[in-house]
């Protein structure tokens, strides 16, 4: 008996390390008192970054995250366009411990790989070590196939782009737009399906004073 037990916790610990975690997010608050116009002045690319406080880390991830895809009005439609309301993309988090898929639906994250896949999300390797979390945007290329028109996915992905430019200008945070990136590391990690692509990745930070 006392075997059988220590096998039964043996596999209840495989299975609780194995387990994916799930983190719900805050709700938004973009508690910033800036208005548009300066946010405009202060947008800007920031390539060396402070570390982003512990406890103000996963509030600014969820206000990053609205301000790409969030939701703005009672009949679900979002803060960036999309033609046709056919959205693309899919935004992925990225930090010290692991790559965590954003669910916009329910604000959580869903952990699909564990480790640093910071340097990993830009060539400039040392802009990666001082940033705190990283947003991934992947393109589901099978949106627009039948219509040939990738760009609408692009402008899709250009339009959440500046809208965390503006967040982070607000927010007092930095961040840098990176279209150089290990690609093929970061596709096995999430994983992603053949006919999705990471299309662009945006490295976060506090600024530096």
């Known amino acids: 008996m006392k075997k ?22 805050p709700q938004v608050a973009l508690d910033t008192s800036m208005p548009l ?6 947008r800007k690319t920031i390539r060396t970054f402070a570390p982003v406080a512990p406890d103000k880390k996963m509030q600014c991830i969820a206000d990053l995250l609205w301000c790409a895809t969030g939701q703005n009005r009672p009949d679900g439609h979002r803060v960036t366009p999309a033609a046709i309301n056919r959205y693309a993309a899919t935004l992925y988090v990225v930090d010290a411990d692991a790559v965590y898929r954003f669910d916009r639906q329910q604000n959580t994250l869903t952990e699909v790989a564990r480790g640093n896949y910071m340097t990993a999300c830009a060539s400039n390797q040392a802009m990666c070590k001082s940033a705190s979390f990283a947003l991934i945007f992947v393109l589901d290329e099978s949106v627009w196939a039948t219509r040939n028109r990738q760009d609408y996915a692009a402008l899709e992905v250009g339009a959440m782009m500046q809208n965390v430019y503006l967040g982070c200008a607000a927010m007092d945070l930095g961040t840098c737009a990176c279209g150089s990136f290990d690609a093929k590391k970061l596709s096995a990690a ?11 990745t945006m490295v976060v930070g506090s600024q530096v004073r």
């Open 4 to 25: 059988m037990l220590l096998h039964l916790c043996g596999a209840c610990a495989i299975f609780s390390a194995c387990a994916a975690e799930v983190i719900t997010l």
């Open 190 to 200: 999430l994983p992603l399906a053949a006919d999705q692509k990471v299309y662009l």
């Open 37 to 42: 116009r300066q946010a405009m002045r202060e």
